[in-house]
C-alpha cells in the first residue's frame, strides 16, 4: 500500500483532534506504513484481518485469489 495515503488520513486526523485512526486496505501494508501507524496512534486493518473480523461474527466472508 502505498504510504502516501497513510499520511493524507494522519493528518486529517490531526486537523480534527483524533486521539486515534483506524485504516482499512483491501492489500497489506510496507514496513514504512507499519512503522508510521505505530508512531502515529493508527491501527491497520489489511484485507486478511478484515475478513478474519467480518468471519468472527458473523459475515462470512473470504478472499477471492483471481488467476490472470
Avoid: P, Q, W
Avoid at 6 to 18: G, I, K, M, P
Avoid at 20 to 47: P, Q, R
Amino acid at each position: 500500500m502505498d504510504i502516501s495515503k497513510l499520511r493524507e488520513f494522519e493528518t486529517v486526523l490531526r486537523n480534527s483532534d483524533a486521539m486515534k485512526g483506524i485504516f482499512i486496505s483491501t492489500s497489506n501494508f510496507s514496513l514504512e506504513c507499519e512503522k508510521f501507524a505505530s508512531e502515529n496512534n493508527i491501527s491497520l486493518i489489511n484485507g486478511s484481518l478484515l475478513v478474519d473480523y467480518f468471519n468472527r461474527y458473523g459475515i462470512n466472508s473470504y478472499i477471492l485469489h483471481k488467476r490472470y
